[in-house]
């Protein structure tokens, strides 16, 4: 695994220093991940607020599903190391923008868009970031539309902003990106050129289906309107 021969790399060039940073913060660590899982809990009710208001003005809901997660230990890890930082605490607030981490999928390409102009105009969020894998995929061929955003969250010594993750995507941009992380770890990150390639061309399908789908749910909506 990457994680492992990352970690036995790290404690070769350490030695009996490995983790000491973080073995000696365990009780800030601790605070840290409570942060982390408020910024959570926080930004779903936010956005479920959101959909429940859409769906009521709209009469239709756009989602699908939600997930939301903290990263393991051993991802924020590997993220660290792999971009050349120790794993202290100090670098995982401030390289791991996604501790935090919340999915919104949709149905169609259209509703992705929908809850991006919704999360934006929100007060509830800070905006720090948009990328538009949807519009320019990665070369691996994933799309999604991620936002960074700061999360407000309240401890007995005030407000405090934490980071977050929101991805945005189709049913069909989700079941690529399933795929595509179960491939990553069976080839611990190093997959067969063949693979990656047919992958590729899954993306491409992937992205002409949800065309279709959105031009389909535009016809079918047309004949609603006829018969109201």
């Known amino acids: ?53 859409f769906e009521l003005s709209h009469d239709y809901n756009p989602v699908e599903h939600v997930k939301s997660r903290i990263k393991k230990e051993e991802s924020a890890i590997t993220k660290l190391l792999s971009r050349g930082y120790e794993p202290t ?40 970031e948009k990328k538009d894998y949807i519009r320019e995929p990665k070369n691996t061929g994933y799309m999604s539309y991620h936002l960074r955003v700061y999360v407000p969250i309240y401890l007995n010594g005030g407000k405090e902003l934490i980071e977050a993750e929101i991805q945005i995507r189709t049913v069909a941009m989700d079941f690529w990106a399933s795929l595509d992380h179960k491939i990553q770890y069976k080839f611990s990150g190093i997959v067969p050129q063949e693979v990656m390639d047919e992958m590729y061309k899954c993306s491409l399908d992937i992205k002409k289906l949800d065309h279709r789908m959105l031009d389909l749910n535009m016809t079918v909506n047309s004949y609603q309107k006829k018969d109201r």
């Open 89 to 128: 605490l100090e670098n995982l607030v401030l390289h791991v923008h996604d501790m935090v981490g919340v999915r919104i999928v949709c149905s169609f390409l259209s509703d992705v868009y929908d809850i991006v102009k919704l999360v934006e105009r929100s007060e509830q969020f800070q905006i720090l």
């Open 1 to 53: 695994m990457v994680y492992n021969e990352l970690i036995h790399t790290y404690k070769y060039q350490k030695g009996d220093d490995y983790m000491v940073v973080l073995n000696n913060e365990e009780e800030n660590i601790k605070l840290q991940m409570l942060k982390y899982e408020m910024a959570k809990d926080t930004l779903l009710n936010h956005i479920n607020g959101l959909m429940r208001e």
